[in-house]
């Protein structure tokens, strides 16, 4: 049975990332018939919108996406069309695992774990306003019910993973009613998953921990803000922004796609390094049961990587035939 999976190749490098990561996937046996959407500047220049709604549709008619970056246009009325993607489709958990591997040069060696951040309030629900004409405000949302979702959500993870520990991160020392609400209500879940070691620490601290024995990490679950930066902080541990893949996930709907943005100063030249947009294939394998698959291009692509790279990374291969040594590898 083929899957019906919408893909959307995004803007700047999006196309050759997004395009190589179809090569690889498309030649590792499993039947997948995409539905190629545009979004971003191309349909902003024919349709007037950089989220037309036939992307929305797409995406929950077929319940899965591949997402390249998609730019949101400068200029009054836009709004972040990622955001808008991820508020309209209810994507509450935003997953960026984190890996070493080998042959990349890297601050670390032997790092496995997974931030799951929670992605729909705390600072970016962007309820702000000024006070008067010298101070501003903004407003940080921390509920229940999206607390108790997303520490529920990590703790099935590392359940499913087979990973024994999860780490909630906050700063409820100093906001106590917020942070101590999301602390409170991991400390409960916590309770159901006695087969899971849990711990808490605050996220000063644990950007100190992080950077020094991020070996000892295994699931990160934080609120939105945290969770964004630390995830970017822990690429940076293992290789950088051309390594990091993610995924959006809702109640039925996943839409996998790459940390990085659309990087401008590198897109048209065939030099952007796809192993992210890959990688974000391959959580989306795992998402659809094809794990047999998925372990299939990851294991290649690690053999890939060993001795070769794209320029990011300090070899030579562009990116189009970095996906044929990856195509080369798969067996
Ligand atoms: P956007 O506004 O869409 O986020 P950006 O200019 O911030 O775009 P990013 O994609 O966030 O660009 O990445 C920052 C820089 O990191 C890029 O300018 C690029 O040089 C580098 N970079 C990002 N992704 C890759 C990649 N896949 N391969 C190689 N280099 C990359
Ligand atoms: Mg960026």
């Known amino acids: 049975m083929a899957y019906n999976i919408t893909l959307i190749p995004g803007d700047g490098i999006g196309p050759e990332v997004i395009g190589a990561a179809r090569k690889v996937i498309d030649a590792s046996g499993v039947d997948i018939s995409w539905e190629i959407v545009e979004a971003g500047a191309i349909s902003n220049k024919n349709l007037g919108t950089p989220l037309p709604n036939y992307v929305i549709n797409s ?29 309209n489709l209810n994507l509450f958990a935003n997953i960026r695992p984190i ?14 774990f997974v931030v799951v951040r929670e992605n729909t309030e705390d600072l970016y629900t962007g309820i702000e306003h000024m006070v008067g004409e010298d101070a501003a405000e903004s407003i940080k949302i921390i509920t229940k019910d ?43 879940i916590a309770k159901e998953y006695t087969d899971i070691e849990f711990e808490d620490i605050i996220v000063d601290a644990m950007s100190m921990k992080l950077v020094q024995n991020p070996q000892n990490y295994d699931v990160i679950v934080a609120p939105n803000l945290y969770g964004d930066i630390l995830s970017d902080l822990s690429a940076g541990l293992v290789g950088g922004l051309g390594l990091a893949p993610g995924a959006n996930i809702g109640e039925d709907i996943a839409v996998f796609e790459s940390v990085h943005g659309s990087a401008p100063d ?53 990116t189009e035939e970095f996906a044929q040594e990856v195509i080369k590898n798969l067996k």
């Open 59 to 87: 995406i929950k008619k077929n319940k899965i996406a591949l997402k390249g970056p998609v730019t949101t246009p400068i200029g009054e009325g836009f709004k972040s069309v990622n955001v808008t993607l991820r508020q």
């Open 146 to 188: 999206a607390s108790e979702r997303i520490c529920r959500f990590a703790f099935e993870l590392a359940r499913r993973e087979g990973r024994k520990k999860v780490t909630l991160v906050h700063k409820a020392n100093i906001m106590k009613l917020s942070d101590g609400l999301f602390l409170r209500c991991g400390k409960e």
């Open 266 to 318: 590198i897109a048209g030249k065939n030099i952007a390094n796809p192993t992210s947009a890959i990688l974000s294939g391959v959580m989306m394998l795992k998402y659809i049961g094809e794990e047999r698959v998925a372990k299939k291009i990851e294991n290649a692509l690690a053999e890939t990587l060993k001795d070769k790279g794209t320029i990011d990374l300090g070899g030579n291969l562009g």
């Open 99 to 112: 890996k070493s591997y080998e042959g990349i040069e890297s601050i670390h060696k032997n790092v496995d």
